[in-house]
């Protein structure tokens, strides 16, 4: 979900006038409805050092660069053939980092609060921060839809336990939320894919190009793509790359054996900037999840 996320809904008539319903990824957009894309996918994803006098959970700092090489694996090149992306992680964040447009790909630990810390011209918050938000993904793109920079911010504040064992049993019993589940999803979003499916109680239906999003309920696969838009407790799953994630990263970055790789679309750039604000819903389990909201 975005900000920006839009258009008009197209009626399409089948028999008993059912909606046509879009499949496949989902691409973001900017403000301006244009789908965006870095112009060339090799990026570094930086993370912070963790001290004893400000810890995150019960993480260490190379808990959390591992689990951000992990993470950024999954969708190269390495893993995926079919795609020209290649990401890496590396130490170098300030803790004290702010999801601004400061040319570094950020990932950031909230624990002392959730709220909005970055503004625009117009004194609005770049991003909305809703209590049920595990983390949350800000991107600077231009109005062609060139993304120029993005950074991750995890909600410790809201959800304080955070592991990176991978061991669902262990999670589910210390009521914890797995790092890397969490950054493989955001890193979707920091690449400039959107949620696979929509859950009705995320908001109105989001119309991508011109038919409604897909019904997570409709759509098992969908639903346990990495770019789903909730997470549980214990959860794992996105640490895999599924089909639609990997179609998407394909699609958009795709792999030129001749070296480089041009994004499809919304590549070329114009000065103007523009926030796009993309987040990973917290569930309370499968069968019940918590009331989530845009952003």
Same mark, same amino acid.
């Given at each position: 979900?975005?900000?920006?996320?839009?258009?008009?809904?197209?009626?399409?008539?089948?028999?008993?006038?059912?909606?046509?319903?879009?499949?496949?990824?989902?691409?973001?957009?900017?403000?301006?409805?244009?789908?965006?894309?870095?112009?060339?996918?090799?990026?570094?994803?930086?993370?912070?050092?963790? $001290?004893?006098?400000?810890?995150?959970?019960?993480?260490?700092?190379? #808990?959390?660069?591992?689990?951000?090489? %992990?993470?950024?694996?999954?969708?190269?090149?390495?893993?995926?053939?079919?795609?020209?992306?290649?990401?890496?992680?590396?130490?170098?964040?300030?803790?004290?980092?702010?999801?601004?447009?400061? #040319?570094?790909?950020?990932?950031?630990?909230?624990?002392?609060?959730?709220?909005?810390?970055?503004?625009?011209?117009? &004194?609005?918050?770049?991003?909305?921060?809703?209590?049920?938000?595990?983390?949350?993904?800000?991107?600077?793109? $231009?109005?062609?839809?060139?993304?120029?920079?993005?950074?991750?911010?995890?909600?410790?504040?809201?959800?304080?336990?955070?592991?990176?064992?991978?061991?669902?049993?262990?999670?589910?019993?210390?009521?914890?939320?797995?790092?890397?589940?969490?950054?493989?999803?955001?890193? &979707?979003?920091?690449?400039?894919?959107?949620?696979?499916?929509? #859950?009705?109680? $995320? &908001?109105?239906?989001?119309? #991508?190009?011109?038919?409604?999003?897909?019904?997570? %309920?409709?759509?098992?696969?969908?639903?346990?793509?990495?770019?789903?838009?909730?997470?549980?407790?214990?959860?794992?799953?996105?640490?895999?790359?599924?089909?639609?994630?990997?179609?998407?990263?394909?699609?958009?970055?795709?792999?030129?054996?001749?070296?480089?790789?041009?994004?499809? &679309?919304?590549?070329?750039?114009?000065?103007?900037?523009?926030?796009?604000?993309?987040?990973?819903?917290?569930?309370?389990?499968?069968?019940?999840?918590?009331?989530?909201?845009?952003?």
């Amino acid at each position: 979900m975005t900000r920006a996320a839009a258009a008009l809904a197209l009626a399409a008539f089948a028999l008993a006038a059912a909606p046509r319903v879009a499949r496949g990824y989902t691409r973001s957009r900017n403000s301006a409805g244009v789908v965006v894309a870095w112009p060339s996918p090799q990026l570094v994803v930086h993370v912070p050092v963790l $001290t004893a006098d400000r810890p995150v959970s019960l993480l260490s700092s190379d #808990d959390v660069l591992a689990a951000t090489d %992990a993470a950024v694996a999954i969708w190269s090149h390495d893993q995926v053939a079919c795609t020209g992306v290649e990401m890496s992680a590396a130490v170098g964040a300030s803790r004290d980092a702010l999801a601004e447009k400061d #040319d570094q790909n950020n990932v950031i630990f909230r624990v002392d609060s959730w709220s909005p810390q970055v503004f625009d011209e117009m &004194g609005l918050p770049l991003g909305d921060y809703e209590p049920n938000q595990l983390a949350l993904t800000s991107a600077w793109v $231009t109005k062609s839809g060139k993304i120029l920079d993005a950074d991750i911010e995890i909600n410790v504040f809201n959800y304080p336990v955070w592991e990176v064992s991978g061991d669902m049993s262990r999670l589910v019993s210390d009521a914890a939320f797995d790092l890397q589940n969490t950054l493989s999803h955001e890193l &979707g979003h920091v690449l400039g894919l959107d949620h696979s499916c929509w #859950d009705p109680v $995320t &908001g109105p239906r989001p119309i #991508d190009g011109d038919v409604p999003r897909p019904a997570c %309920a409709d759509d098992p696969t969908l639903a346990e793509a990495t770019m789903a838009p909730t997470a549980f407790v214990g959860d794992v799953g996105k640490r895999v790359l599924h089909d639609d994630d990997r179609k998407g990263i394909c699609d958009v970055y795709p792999f030129d054996p001749g070296g480089g790789c041009a994004a499809a &679309g919304g590549a070329a750039g114009t000065p103007a900037l523009l926030a796009v604000a993309l987040a990973l819903l917290a569930a309370v389990h499968r069968g019940r999840r918590a009331r989530p909201a845009q952003a």
